[in-house]
């Protein structure tokens, strides 16, 4: 089934931010922690009050970043918003044995501390850990997703290689430059220097070591698992702004009509950096119907 629906003006500049005061700055909660697998130290906050429903976010996306969707969702909610490993207050593990299992492992544990059924919200990168996570069973009630980037642009070896030297350098603002204009081109060199005005610049640059785990899933599943998506049965929920790439518009057209259980809802006006107030009342509606 396909959507459609108009985002409305609620303050988005022209580069997709939504420029709150908020955006790169988290709310006064108390972070609580879960220890995955692996034993990396895992962040959350928990706000609201409700059903639950696990927060995870794609490249360069903190807990923080996700601030205004948390917020709306923690009205009929209880939201456990989390930091992937190696950003905001999680710990970074060790990206020399990282594959996209030991994320499946940090969801499945911050899953299993809201201690009852749940549902999950994934953008980005974060919807492909989501994804290959519902298909090895991981328990979920319902999953809503925003863009997994499947056939976009994968990086190089030579670009992998320069982005871990960036990191090994501590040269943070070439590495994010790196990831976010060179590898994934989700921003234009126009764009780029819109972010680096931005607030959220700073928090970008904190969060430049976990580019490469990013890097890695991009080029390690860069296509649309076909073979997994029959073991993803829960109801599923797909935006994806009418903005985007076609290659994402595809992938998540894709997505649509082969997971079990989905519909995607096209929404005009967006682009890959979605306006949070414009998706979290859809995503909220999914969730609780």
């Known amino acids: 089934m396909v959507d459609t629906a108009t985002a409305e003006d609620h303050g988005v500049a022209p580069d997709g931010l939504p420029l709150t005061d908020d955006y790169a700055g988290p709310r006064n909660l108390p972070m609580e922690t879960v220890t995955s697998a692996d034993g990396t130290v895992i962040a959350y906050e928990k706000s609201g009050s409700g059903p639950p429903v696990v927060v995870i976010g794609g490249g360069l996306n903190d807990r923080a970043m996700f601030t205004p969707f948390a917020t709306l969702l923690s009205e009929h909610f209880t939201v456990y918003n989390y930091d992937r490993r190696g950003r905001g207050g999680s710990g970074y593990g060790d990206p ?5 299992e030991r994320e499946i492992e940090d969801l499945a544990a911050v899953i299993a501390a809201t201690g009852e059924p749940t549902s999950v919200f994934a953008n980005c ?8 996570a519902a298909a090895a069973a991981v328990p979920m009630l319902k999953l809503g997703l925003y863009e997994p980037p499947y056939d976009s642009p994968k990086a190089t070896p030579e670009q992998i290689a320069q982005l871990r030297q960036f990191i090994a350098e501590d040269r943070r603002e070439e590495a994010v430059t790196l990831f976010a204009k060179d590898m994934v081109r989700f921003i234009t060199e126009e764009t780029l220097e819109n972010f680096k005005q931005h607030p959220a610049w700073q928090a970008f640059e904190s969060m430049a070591p976990s580019a490469i785990y990013d890097a890695i899933i991009s080029v390690d599943h860069n296509s649309v698992p076909f073979w997994i998506l029959p073991k993803v049965t829960v109801p599923t929920l797909i935006l994806s702004g009418r903005d985007s790439s076609a290659a994402i518009q595809n992938a998540c057209g894709t997505l649509a009509e082969k997971l079990p259980d989905a519909r995607i809802v096209r929404l005009e006006g967006e682009g890959h950096l979605f306006n949070q107030q414009t998706g979290a009342p859809l995503f909220a509606e999914f969730f609780a119907s």
């Open 125 to 132: 990168t974060g919807g492909m850990i989501a994804i290959c």
């Open 96 to 100: 020399e044995q990282f594959t996209i």
